[in-house]
């Protein structure tokens, strides 16, 4: 196990213009975003903070830089789903494997379970090594795979789907009540 390489804190709209320069090559170049179009900074400052109130929004800073962010959201926005998020993370590619991803879900997870929710899901485009493995090294499992559900960049993509008890052995019976 690595040591980070950052420190992780909550993010402002003014992380956007650097969350957007993270998520950019990921929304181009690559099926792991299911997004066509890079959001515009004033969209992303939006989603930030969106999430910071239902949710969280992290980044992870190096050398004053963010390198990444980490960040969760409704999975799905009717009442009965409300205690499950849906995360996201995005390391810059020259700092992957270097630990930052760990600390950000680390903290992410932690506030997600502070605030209520009991659950955390990911939906992951196959094939990606580096999060299923990474996914799996915190205990997310196997929930499902959408066959072809994703068309981008010329193909179908596939997307699996990966899930948490935030709780772990503590979650039992019914939830103690709102998110807060
Ligand atoms: C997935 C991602 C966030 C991981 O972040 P990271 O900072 O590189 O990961 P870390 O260094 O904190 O690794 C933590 C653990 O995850 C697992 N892991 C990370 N990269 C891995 C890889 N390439 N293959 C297998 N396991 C991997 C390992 O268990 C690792 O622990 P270890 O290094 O002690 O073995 C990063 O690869 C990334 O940004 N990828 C592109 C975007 C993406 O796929 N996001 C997820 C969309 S669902």
């Not at 993010?11 to 792991?32: K, Q």
């Not at 890079?38 to 992290?58: C, F, G, K, N, Y």
């Not at 960040?71 to 995360?87: E, F, I, P």
């Not at 939906?123 to 994703?150: C, D, K, M, W």
Request: charged share 20%; net charge negative; glycine share 10%.
């Amino acid at each position: 196990m690595h040591a980070s390489i950052g420190r992780v804190r909550p993010a402002g709209p003014e992380d956007a213009p650097a969350c957007a320069a993270i998520y950019r090559p990921y929304v181009l170049d690559t099926a792991i975003s299911w997004e066509l179009e890079v959001p515009t900074v004033d969209e992303m400052a939006a989603r930030i903070t969106a999430a910071r109130q239902t949710h969280e929004w992290l980044v992870l800073e190096h050398d004053d830089r963010v390198i990444g962010y980490a960040y969760g959201h409704a999975l799905y926005r009717v009442a009965s789903y409300q205690w499950s998020a849906q995360t996201g993370i995005y390391v810059d590619a020259d700092h992957h494997r270097t630990g930052g991803g760990r600390e950000l879900y680390t903290q992410l997870l932690r506030r997600l379970a502070e605030r209520g929710y009991r659950r955390a899901v990911a939906g992951i485009t196959q094939p990606n090594a580096a999060s299923n493995g990474f996914h799996r090294s915190f205990g997310f499992t196997e929930a499902g795979l959408y066959r072809r559900v994703e068309w981008k960049l010329g193909s179908w993509h596939d997307v699996a789907w990966m899930q948490l008890d935030l709780l772990g052995d503590a979650d039992r019976g019914a939830p103690a009540g709102p998110i807060t």
